[in-house]
């Protein structure tokens, strides 16, 4: 059974920084391109971030580029996302999100997210 | 970037009606559109990709066309466990983008 699941989020403050962890299971980790993707409280769906099967490809969104951090380790089967700087228009539920367009099904499968609150 | 652009926001709609939400990109994606279900509290489920692949374990009422720019999803028989936001993504080019949602609620 394919798992993702994500740990990691937290209140935090406004200029202050939090690392988000995804745990893959079930699918062969290291053959699948990843993504975060984010949903701020009522709102719709953002694409945050890809890696590359081999994690040399990396994409941010504008929003968050210079500030956020993705990577990988297929050894540990996980998928990370460092958050820097952060503010209040960063509070969201992050979902760690399975594939992209290489795949047989692209961004087929979705963690059950974790919150990240950014307030004082 | 490729933006998309989803209509409507919210469709109000009865038990076994026919519903249509449309997704239109900014450039040509070819074929390359998932379409999700969003309920209450939870995480997307992927209903179709490569616009009009169901995908396993989705009922076949839901159903995709389209190609290029202009895109539908249709579900041919409302139900009650229907309700939810759907979404439309295009991943032909990073930055992959979504489409802003279709609340979908019951008459």
């Known amino acids: 059974e394919v798992q993702l699941v994500e740990s990691g989020g937290g209140l935090v403050q406004p200029g202050g920084s939090l690392r988000l962890s995804c745990a893959a299971s079930?699918?062969?980790?290291?053959?699948?391109?990843m993504n975060w993707v984010r949903q701020a409280p009522g709102k719709g769906l953002e694409w945050v971030s890809y890696?590359?099967?081999?994690?040399?490809?990396?994409y941010y969104a504008d929003s968050v580029k210079g500030r956020f951090t993705i990577s990988r380790d297929d050894a540990k089967k996980s998928l990370y996302l460092e958050m820097n700087s952060l503010s209040a228009e960063d509070t969201a539920i992050y979902y760690c999100?399975?594939?992209?367009?290489?795949?047989?099904?692209?961004?087929?499968?979705w963690g059950q997210g974790t919150l990240v609150s950014v307030s004082s | 970037d490729i933006q998309m652009t989803q209509s409507p926001s919210s469709l109000s709609a009865s038990v076994g009606d026919r519903v249509t939400i449309t997704c239109q990109a900014s450039?040509?994606?070819?074929?390359?559109l998932n379409w999700y279900q969003q309920k209450p509290g939870q995480a997307p489920k992927l209903l179709l990709y490569?616009?009009?692949n169901l995908e396993t374990g989705v009922p076949s009422r839901f159903t995709g066309s389209g190609s290029g720019t202009d895109f539908t999803f249709t579900i041919s028989s409302l139900q009650p466990e229907d309700i939810a936001t759907y979404y439309c993504?295009?991943?032909?080019?990073?930055?992959?983008?979504f489409g802003q949602g279709t609340k979908l609620e019951i008459k």
């Open positions: 999100v399975r594939g992209g367009r290489a795949a047989m099904v692209p961004l087929d499968f």
């Open positions: 079930g699918f062969t980790f290291s053959s699948y391109e």
């Open positions: 890696i590359s099967s081999s994690g040399s490809i990396i």
């Open positions: 450039q040509d994606i070819s074929n390359y």
């Open positions: 490569d616009a009009s």
């Open positions: 993504q295009q991943y032909d080019n990073l930055p992959y983008s």
